[in-house]
């Protein structure tokens, strides 16, 4: 069985730093596409960001390009997403994500969902 599990989600005060760790395991992690995704109260999930499985190629959404970073270990079927200058609009549930193949920015095409790890920043 397929298992994502997010960790390091927590309150932190406008301009604070957070990172995020998502673990996979039951399945291999090799040629997965890893991606993190978003949903603020009242809106819909959105794409954070992006990483293919060389670590060759990340993607941002524009709203957190420049603060956050997107990294894998592939040794220990791990992503994270460093956060930095955190805003109350990053105020979310954070859900990392599995597809094979590239990353994209389409929740459809992912396979496999973590349980979600909240983040809450205050101003």
């Known amino acids: 069985q397929v298992q994502l599990v997010e960790s390091g989600g927590g309150l932190v005060q406008a301009g604070g730093s957070l990172r995020l760790s998502c673990t996979v395991s039951?399945?291999?992690?090799?040629?997965?596409?890893m991606g993190w995704f978003r949903q603020a109260p009242g809106k819909e999930r959105e794409f954070v960001a992006g990483?293919?499985?060389?670590?060759?190629?990340?993607s941002y959404a524009d709203s957190v390009k420049g603060r956050f970073t997107i990294s894998r270990d592939n040794a220990k079927n791990t992503v994270y997403l460093q956060m930095n200058s955190l805003k109350p609009e990053d105020t979310a549930v954070y859900y990392c994500?599995?597809?094979?193949?590239?990353?994209?920015?389409?929740?459809?095409?992912?396979?496999?969902w973590g349980q979600g790890t909240q983040v809450t920043v205050s101003s």
């Open positions: 994500a599995s597809r094979l193949g590239p990353p994209t920015r389409t929740q459809s095409e992912y396979d496999y």
């Open positions: 039951g399945r291999t992690f090799v040629n997965a596409a």
């Open positions: 990483i293919n499985w060389l670590r060759t190629y990340t």
